[in-house]
């Protein structure tokens, strides 16, 4: 179908007014992309990043920040640095926050994943990704480089834009009091999270201080909590407030990721 007259194909569609301009003159939010990746990963994230600096970031210039268990080496640094348009930042994770915590039985995990993978569940025996998801979930915004800014975008290797984002993504959520946005939501494979459903009940009846009112407890559970309704929010492109971070379960200070992340509150 050809576009409508005086549309540019590509752009962004549906702009509502007020929607801060596209230019990079004056104050702009304290903010970064954010990335998880290995040297290996090097083309795969390249591509993302003129995907996001073709689109949005050519007019803006915020800075990116780099994540990865194991030193970055000199090619990914050059290549990566050409690309953006604002300053990169690369930054090593502790191995306490890429890691099993003391308190886990290892016998017992190594036999959960040899399970998962007879049963041929998705990333069933993978140790790498449970450390990612362990590590996304609750230390990311710790890391002594994010502690720089108050708002991130987590960007993935081999993500696609499809149209110019034209506005400041960053100043538009500040302005209307916005703290978490996400792409889409898609259903979870239930297989891979057995017991988190229960383990959050768990939590929310332990700690009641860290449920806000008006939270998505509704997007979550169709019978007010009881039951999950697997509806699982794909993060690869989400944007947030650092500082009070928005996870999937509504509202939550930072305080509250931390004692979720405490085995003696768990």
Not at 124 to 145: A, P, T, V
Not at 254 to 264: C, E, K, M, V, W
């Amino acid at each position: 179908m050809p576009p409508k007259a005086g549309t540019t194909v590509g752009s962004t569609p549906n702009v509502q007014p007020g929607l801060p301009p596209a230019a990079a003159a004056g104050p702009r939010m304290n903010a970064t992309f954010v990335t998880l990746a290995r040297n290996s990963d090097l083309w795969e994230i390249a591509r993302s990043i003129r995907q996001v600096e073709d689109r949005f970031n050519k007019n803006f210039h915020y800075d990116w920040v780099f994540l990865n268990d194991k030193p970055f080496d000199a090619t990914f640094k050059k290549v990566t640095t050409s690309l953006v348009s604002g300053t990169t930042h690369y930054g090593e994770i502790p191995k306490e926050h890429w890691s099993f915590p003391d308190h886990i039985d290892q016998d017992k995990a190594r036999k959960v994943r040899e399970d998962m993978a007879q049963r041929k569940i998705i990333y069933g025996d993978s140790i790498s990704y449970r450390h990612m998801c362990r590590f996304e979930s609750g230390f990311f915004f710790r890391q002594e480089l994010m502690l720089n800014y108050e708002w991130y975008w987590r960007v993935e290797p081999s993500i696609e834009l499809f149209c110019d984002i034209n506005y400041d993504a960053f100043k538009y959520m500040a302005d209307n009091k916005k703290k978490y946005s996400f792409v889409l939501s898609l259903y979870e494979y239930v297989e891979t999270i057995p017991t988190l459903w229960d383990s959050t009940k768990k939590f929310m009846k332990a700690h009641p201080e860290h449920i806000a009112e008006g939270n998505s407890m509704g997007f979550l559970s169709d019978d007010g909590g009881d039951s999950y309704n697997h509806c699982h929010m794909v993060s690869y492109l989400q944007i947030g407030v650092r500082i009070i971070l928005t996870i999937d379960s509504g509202l939550i200070l930072r305080s509250a990721i931390s004692t979720g992340f405490d085995p003696r509150h768990t």
